[in-house]
Every structure is written in structure tokens, then in C-alpha cells.
């Protein structure tokens, strides 16, 4: 089991950029395929990104490829969301998810369904 706790949410200007961290603690950190998920008030819960259990490859959402940029520390069991250039559409609560990777099954990273475990939330809201 993982304990994921996200924190840097806030209330930004369009075109302002902001930080998001997830942090864990638990079972290994670095054993975890590692996400970022997103929900708008009425909208479903959709992918943003997702990174590898050792940093080595990412995936983004198109909506965000050219904004967003995922990363971690595993020193730090921690996961970031840099965002840049913020759009009022990017308002929602933004979930981080694990994925455990130790049965070497392949990595599915949009599917909400392959995650182990979430986080509660942080809430980020961009006005325009």
C-alpha cells in the first residue's frame, strides 16, 4: 500500500504557471508507475500525465503536451506537475495515482483502472 498526499494547488492568472507535488510513503516508491489525473466539476476524472517507475519515460494528455511537465524524485518519494501557461480549462481537482510495476505487467498510463492506489486531491483553479 501507498499513501499518496498531492499539495502546491491554488488560484492562478491564464498564463501563470504553478507546481503541483505528490508524496509517498509506504511500500517503495520506486516500485510505482506513478500519474496524474484530473476532474472538472461535471466532467469524468481524465488522464493528464504519467511517468515510469524510474523517470524513464513519460506520457502526456495532447491537451497538455506542450504545457505540462511531469517528473520525480525517488530520494524524495515525490512526484511533480510543472505547469505552464495555465488555461481557465485547466481547472479541476488533480489527483496523482500509483501503479504498482513490480509484476512487470506493460504500463497502460491513461487508464485510470490500472492504478493501485490515489490521492485525495489538490485543488487547482485558473481564472481568466
Known amino acids: 500500500q501507498l499513501w499518496l498526499v498531492e499539495s502546491g494547488g491554488g488560484l492562478v492568472q491564464a498564463g501563470d504557471s504553478l507546481r503541483i507535488s505528490c508524496t509517498a510513503s509506504g511500500r517503495a516508491f520506486n516500485m510505482y508507475h506513478m500519474g496524474w489525473f484530473r476532474q472538472a466539476p461535471g466532467s469524468e476524472r481524465e488522464f493528464v500525465a504519467a511517468?515510469?517507475?524510474?523517470?524513464?519515460?513519460?506520457n502526456y494528455a495532447d491537451s497538455v503536451k506542450d504545457r505540462f511537465s511531469i517528473s520525480r524524485d525517488n530520494d524524495k518519494s515525490t512526484m511533480y506537475l510543472q505547469m505552464y501557461n495555465l488555461k481557465p480549462e485547466d481547472t479541476a481537482i488533480y489527483y496523482c495515482a500509483a501503479d504498482w510495476a513490480g509484476d512487470g505487467t506493460s504500463w497502460y498510463p491513461t487508464l485510470p483502472g490500472q492504478y493501485d492506489c490515489w490521492g485525495q486531491g489538490t485543488q487547482v483553479t485558473v481564472s481568466s
Open positions: 511517468i515510469t517507475w524510474n523517470g524513464g519515460d513519460t
